[in-house]
């Protein structure tokens, strides 16, 4: 019976130079910056990681099953971007996705095969971290917003209930402010109601992927 062989793996430090003097952890927090900075220009809101990673999530995914290649991953990047987000693609905009992708493959090809997916599971969590961040900050102030917004369009809460049809919902939902109906999840709202979201909604500049924003 053949031996079993156990690879041996070599510590690496991630706190040794890499690259320009950076170490690896210095390097993860430049790269997650940039695709962080990214994804922050394109301001899109939502409530699940896929959603809030746009192309960045599956750039990484690329990086670690495809290839370490710069510019197939710019490529991807790019395409991904073009078909599924509603931001033109300006120099603007691409730039820090570049950069990211430019350091996040150099820094790929310079560690050990073994620790590349954890050097990429740092990176997507780093950046996720930021995007929830800001998410969490964005909602606690749009849910503010569009209370206020409520208040000056209508009279009080019952004219806005029967304006709106929420007759039934709000007997259900025991709805006896603006707040209440603030924090209707999509699924429960009724098409009056969502004309006056989309007109508040209208009103700012951020992408809301609210689709996803359900209880």
């Known amino acids: 019976m053949r031996p079993l062989l156990i690879p041996r793996y070599e510590r690496f ?20 910056v940039s695709f962080s900075d990214y994804l922050g220009r394109l301001n899109i ?15 990484l ?10 510019e197939f991953l710019k490529g991807y990047g790019i395409n991904t971007h073009k078909n599924t987000m509603r931001v033109p693609l300006s120099s603007e905009v691409l730039k820090p996705l570049e950069d990211g992708i430019v350091l996040l493959s150099q820094l790929l090809q310079r560690v050990p095969r073994h620790m590349r997916p954890k050097v990429i599971e740092i990176v ?39 304006e709106c049809e929420l007759e039934e919902v709000a007997k259900k939902r025991k709805i006896e402010n603006f707040l209440d109906v603030v924090q209707l999840p999509r699924r429960l709202r009724t098409p009056q109601l969502q004309i006056v979201v989309d007109e508040f909604t209208e009103l700012r500049k951020e992408i809301i992927l609210e689709e996803e924003v359900e209880e």
């Open 13 to 32: 430090d991630f706190n040794q130079p890499l690259i320009r003097g950076k170490n690896v952890n210095e390097l993860i927090e430049e790269v997650s």
């Open 45 to 59: 809101f939502a409530a699940t990681k896929s959603a809030l990673m746009g192309p960045v999530g599956k750039i």
């Open 61 to 70: 995914e690329q990086a670690r099953v495809k290839g370490l290649d710069a």
């Open 124 to 162: 997507d969590y780093k950046v996720y971290y930021r995007r929830e961040k800001a998410n969490v900050e964005f909602w606690e102030k749009w849910r503010k917003d569009f209370d206020e917004f409520l208040k000056k369009k209508y009279q009080d809460i019952q004219v806005l209930i029967k």
